[in-house]
T-cell receptor, first 117, second 110 residues
Framework: NAGVTQTPKFQVLKTGQSMTLQCAQD?????MSWYRQDPGMGLRLIHY???????DQGEVPNGYNVSRSTTEDFPLRLLSAAPSQTSVYFC????????????????FGPGTRLTVL | EDQVTQSPEALRLQEGESSSLNCSYT??????LFWYRQDPGKGPEFLFT???AGEEKEKERLKATLTKKESFLHITAPKPEDSATYLC???????????FGRGTSLIVHP
């Protein structure tokens, strides 16, 4: 199993540009999420999904869109990039959204380092 | 509002010098307390999940413990390869969405 994969690893954008960060998992996990990590801030939840066709907002959703058309993929779209979105982005997946038999083990991807000029 | 506070922010140890990292949490009905290790330029790697006060889990030189208000990650006789940032997260029973602390950066000198 490849686990959780993210592309690209690095990206530089100009203010106002749009792009999509890709995330895929091959573990048949229902729950997927996107975080951003900034120095001194810890991991902050952007959006999450409890299954195909179901998404919801996290702590810092503004400026980002998500969709979940398949179990495997959970792309994050930046609509109009701003310098404040310069960060490292992590995608994560978990077996179930807190079900009775959930192990709660969350697997993270390697991250995408985004710079917005 | 769920809160997770980790201390210290940074810790420098000599190889073999045991110590503990602290994670204080305030959540409504704890569902799980999680510890992760993060190496520079990589994603967090899962270490432990603790569910109830009094629970302990071990992995090599690491042992995680849990009380009703905090969790400790004890590092026994650390080696340089234990150098990393250790993240703590807590999830409440209602949402299952974990809140992360800011992490403790550990450096172990040979």
């Amino acid at each position: 199993n490849a686990g959780v994969t993210q592309t690209p690893k690095f990206q530089v954008l100009k203010t106002g540009q749009s792009m999509t960060l890709q995330c895929a998992q091959d573990m048949n996990h229902e729950y997927m999420s996107w975080y951003r990590q900034d120095p001194g801030m810890g991991l902050r939840l952007i959006h999450y999904s409890v299954g195909a066709g179901i998404t919801d907002q996290g702590e810092v959703p503004n400026g980002y869109n998500v969709s979940r058309s398949t179990t495997e993929d959970f792309p994050l779209r930046l609509l109009s990039a701003a310098p404040s979105q310069t960060s490292v982005y992590f995608c994560a997946s978990r077996e179930e959204a807190g079900g009775a038999y959930s192990t709660d083990t969350q697997y993270f991807g390697p991250g995408t380092r985004l710079t917005v000029l | 509002e769920d809160q997770v506070t980790q201390s210290p922010e940074a810790l420098r140890l000599q190889e073999g010098e045991s110590s503990s990292l602290n994670c204080s949490y305030t959540v409504s009905g704890l569902r799980g307390l999680f510890w992760y290790r993060q190496d520079p330029g990589k994603g967090p790697e899962f270490l432990f999940t603790l569910y109830s006060a009094g629970e302990e889990k071990e992995k090599e030189r690491l042992k995680a413990t849990l009380t009703k208000k905090e969790s400790f990650l004890h590092i026994t006789a650390p080696k340089p390869e234990d150098s990393a940032t250790y993240l703590c997260a807590a999830a409440s029973g209602g949402s299952y969405i974990p809140t992360f602390g800011r992490g403790t950066s550990l450096i172990v000198h040979p």
